[in-house]
């Protein structure tokens, strides 16, 4: 007891202030300027308290391992951030000529020699196929998103005749053939010259997104830069971006690398203007033991802020997430550790990125993503880049909230995991062959389960997006007691094995369910792939054996057949169909049986992240639904505001 009380008395608390001093002792009347240095000068169990304010954060923080059970805690709205402050000040009415004359008073510059810059870095590549690019400097205003300068201002124009799809590399073709296309307007005539300007579209496909640079527009023929990874095809969507001649609607802006200029029309006259700057982390914790870091929030930086690196039962409670060019936070090879009420908006890419446990054992990482609230992710690459992407096993998502994202918001690889409780709302809504929870492409993926979950309104353009999106042959998955309303398609099995699909609740869906025999068929060239995949998991090992019985006779029993899969139990309301292309084989060699399916205008609804049975739908549904009346899903506890 005496050791216990001599160590509490030890303990201390560190103070953090925008007027604070580095050379100061930390004290409450004495504080410190920067968190680097709180937390060198902290020791393990200390707290460091940090006061309201901007934080501009020009290097990693680093928590190690020798600070076991420090906690950080924000006071109010403590902002670190790795960007740049444009003060007004500095704005001045443009001149420039480019800009459009009927727009031009609008628009201001600011010299960025004034702030200090010597060179922005160029633009790079993004979108599905350059997960690790660094995005493009961005320009925020009171907090909001501006828009790089683009046209057209709103949605897409299309692809109109191909001269030359380009180098197709997903067919093998390694040249380096430029996409030429035409288009039905030549308003690029306009524009003094293409340098640096840049086309983002969906090339192809409606799941894979990418900007190319712009070689030459000649009349309404656009040479592109670059071979989109699947070739371009016609009729396909894109927009110009990086174009000054553009600069013509609030929010826009344009930063001219030649001359080192800032050229825009804030959205607000209010709030401060940042750029986004920094390409490193803001916060490290490195094989950190029981660290946590409280109600502080990450904003306006180009790269995820928050790594949190090996150690174990380190949270992340109650912080805010905003206007990152990447995703919120990364965590990797570590166990037990823990994102709680925390807030993710206006994502350049997703939320939450993890990494751990070990495949080769079954052993998890038992890392938790619980009550947090991720909307608008997948803001700059709008495809591949969810809300949380799952990797490992052992990883549990629970009564979270994911709304208003162009794609996918769970993704997952690896084995075990658990999602619960969550509720996903208007996800997969500009993008097509997509689920709000989605994995796909091997047979080991297995023992992951979704249940008690909400997805209310799924619907993109109208291609296949789906609430849970099993891919080609994905095997072995829970879909359970989960409530599919509005949705396009509720839910997908594509050819795979091994799936229960099971008390599930599907109200006024364009399609229940899909329930393919792929493998037999179209996609029977994957086999392949999905051998070399199960090849390298110790798949006949006991561990595999015992954990999921038969796998290690998989290759021996018609692998790419749909067997063994259960679907049972569930009630189909009022679906314009209950099942598509539910093929022979998949009734062959799976049980589709105990589904009670009725056409008709059920009552049941959603109020808020309510599910709420009408008396109908309760005197006529199985008990095992009639238990979903009055459901909470999302967020338990309360999330800070932004």
């Not at 790089?148 to 191909?162: D, F, V």
């Not at 109208?462 to 509720?490: K, M, P, R």
């Not at 399916?597 to 309760?618: C, F, I, M, Q, Y």
């Given at each position: 007891?005496t ?7 030890t ?11 580095d050379?100061a ?9 920067t968190l ?11 707290t460091?308290q ?11 923080v ?6 076991p059970?420090l906690?950080?805690i924000?006071?109010?709205?403590a902002?670190?951030r790795?960007?740049?402050?444009v ?27 004034r702030?200090?810059?010597q060179e ?7 979108g599905?196929?350059?997960p ?7 320009l925020?205003v ?5 828009t790089l ?15 030359d799809?380009?180098?197709?590399r ?5 040249g380096?053939?430029k996409?030429v ?5 030549d308003r690029?005539?306009?524009?003094s010259?293409t ?5 983002y ?9 990418e900007s ?19 070739g371009?095809?016609?009729g396909?969507?894109?927009y110009?971006e ?9 929010g ?5 690398r ?5 050229l ?5 006259n209010?709030?401060d203007?940042?750029?986004?700057w ?12 029981d ?7 990450f904003?306006t ?8 690196a090996?150690?174990?039962g ?10 990152l060019?990447?995703?919120g936070?990364?965590?990797?090879g ?12 206006d994502m350049?890419?997703?939320g ?10 079954l ?6 993503v ?11 690459s ?9 990797n ?12 208003d ?21 208007n996800?997969?809504n ?16 297995r ?10 309104n ?20 829970t879909?359970?007691?989960?409530a599919?309303?509005?949705c ?13 699909v ?5 109200v006024?869906c364009?399609i ?16 392949d792939?999905?051998?070399a ?5 110790p798949?006949k090992?006991d561990v ?16 790419m057949?749909?067997?063994g899969?259960i ?6 309301l ?9 093929e ?5 060699d799976?049980q589709?049986e105990?589904n009670?399916?009725e056409?008709?205008d059920w009552?049941?609804?959603?109020h808020?992240n ?9 005197a006529?549904?199985?008990p095992a ?5 009055g459901?909470?899903?999302?967020p338990?506890?309360?999330i800070?505001?932004?």
């Amino acid at each position: 007891m005496t050791l216990v009380l001599l160590a509490a008395l030890t303990l201390k608390i560190i103070y953090v202030a925008p007027s604070g001093s580095d050379a100061a002792p930390g004290t409450s009347g004495r504080p410190v300027a920067t968190l680097a240095r709180a937390v060198n000068i902290a020791g393990p169990g200390d707290t460091i308290q940090v006061a309201a304010g901007d934080y501009i954060v020009t290097e990693p923080v680093v928590v190690g391992e020798d600070k076991p059970h420090l906690r950080i805690i924000g006071q109010d709205r403590a902002v670190l951030r790795g960007a740049i402050k444009v003060p007004r000040d500095l704005w001045r009415r443009t001149d420039d000529q480019r800009i459009p004359a009927t727009v031009r008073s609008h628009v201001y510059s600011v010299d960025l020699h004034r702030l200090g810059v010597q060179e922005v870095p160029a633009l790079e590549q993004r979108g599905m196929s350059h997960p690790t690019t660094v995005p493009q400097v961005e320009l925020f205003v009171d907090e909001k998103p501006q828009t790089l300068a683009r046209w057209p201002n709103e949605g897409y124009i299309k692809t109109g005749r191909i001269i030359d799809a380009g180098s197709v590399r997903r067919d093998g073709d390694t040249g380096d053939r430029k996409p030429v296309f035409e288009i039905s307007s030549d308003r690029p005539s306009r524009w003094s010259d293409t340098d640096d300007v840049w086309a983002y579209g969906f090339w192809r496909w409606d799941w894979s997104d990418e900007s190319i640079p712009v070689t030459s527009v000649d009349g309404r023929r656009v040479t592109l830069a670059a071979p989109h990874h699947y070739g371009v095809a016609t009729g396909k969507p894109f927009y110009f971006e990086n174009v000054v001649e553009e600069l013509d609607s609030p929010g826009e802006y344009y930063i001219d690398r030649k001359k080192d200029e800032l050229l825009f029309w804030p959205s607000s006259n209010e709030g401060d203007a940042y750029l986004s700057w920094s390409d490193k982390y803001l916060l490290r914790i490195v094989g950190g033991t029981d660290v946590t870091v409280e109600g502080l929030h990450f904003e306006t930086s180009r790269t995820t802020p928050v790594e949190v690196a090996g150690g174990t039962g380190n949270t992340l409670r109650s912080c805010v997430f905003r206007n990152l060019g990447q995703y919120g936070v990364k965590v990797s090879g570590g166990t037990y550790d823990r994102i709680v009420q925390c807030r993710f908006l206006d994502m350049g890419a997703g939320g939450v990125e993890l990494y751990g446990g070990d495949r080769k054992t079954l052993t998890p990482a038992n890392d938790v993503v619980e009550d947090c609230l991720f909307e608008r992710f997948s803001r700059l690459s709008r495809t591949y880049r969810p809300g949380v992407s799952v990797n490992g096993v052992g990883m549990t998502v629970s009564h979270c909230e994911f709304r208003d994202a162009p794609h996918s918001a769970i993704f997952f690889n690896g084995n075990d995991h658990l999602f619960v409780g969550n509720v996903f709302r208007n996800v997969v809504n500009s993008t097509g062959d997509a689920g709000a929870i989605y994995a796909g492409r091997d047979w080991t993926k297995r023992g992951t389960v979704i249940r008690d979950n909400l997805f209310d309104n799924i619907n993109g353009l109208h291609l296949y997006e789906n609430g849970v999106y099993l891919d080609d042959q994905l095997s072995g998955i829970t879909i359970e007691h989960n409530a599919f309303v509005n949705c396009w398609l509720g839910m997908m099995v594509g050819g795979g094995r091994d799936n229960f699909v099971h008390e599930n609740l599907f109200v006024r869906c364009h399609i229940a369910m899909h329930l393919d025999a792929r493998g037999l068929g179209w996609a029977k060239g994957g086999f392949d792939g999905l051998k070399a995949s199960l090849e390298s998991v110790p798949y006949k090992s006991d561990v595999w054996k015992n954990r999921y019985p038969g796998i290690e006779r998989i290759l021996d029993d018609d692998p790419m057949a749909p067997k063994g899969n259960i679907v049972a139990g569930n009630a189909l309301l009022g679906a314009g169909k209950d099942t598509d292309s539910m093929e022979a084989a998949f009734h062959r060699d799976s049980q589709v049986e105990g589904n009670f399916s009725e056409s008709g205008d059920w009552d049941v609804s959603v109020h808020g992240n309510t599910l709420v049975l009408g008396p109908r739908a309760k005197a006529q549904l199985p008990p095992a639904l009639q238990r979903l009346d009055g459901t909470k899903y999302g967020p338990r506890l309360p999330i800070p505001d932004p």
